[in-house]
């Protein structure tokens, strides 16, 4: 089994629900993993995953919601 996890940086995405923006950093792991990213701004799933390449979102930019 590896024991390097690979990371890497990558781009910003944009919640599909509110607008808020976060920068996304890509972890490699060696096995699969399912899980999701919860927008913390209004709530809702912003993306899911069921894969080794899993991403972890930083909030950047706060969508105004009313």
Do not use: Q
Request: proline share 6%; hydrophobic share 35%.
């Amino acid at each position: 089994m590896p024991t390097d996890w690979i990371k890497g940086l990558g781009r910003e995405f944009s919640c599909p629900h509110c607008g808020s923006v976060y920068a996304v950093t890509l972890n490699r792991y060696p096995s699969r993993n399912l899980d999701g990213a919860k927008c913390e701004i209004c709530g809702k799933i912003m993306k899911a995953w069921d894969d080794t390449a899993s991403p972890s979102f930083t909030l950047k930019i706060r969508a105004d919601i009313a």
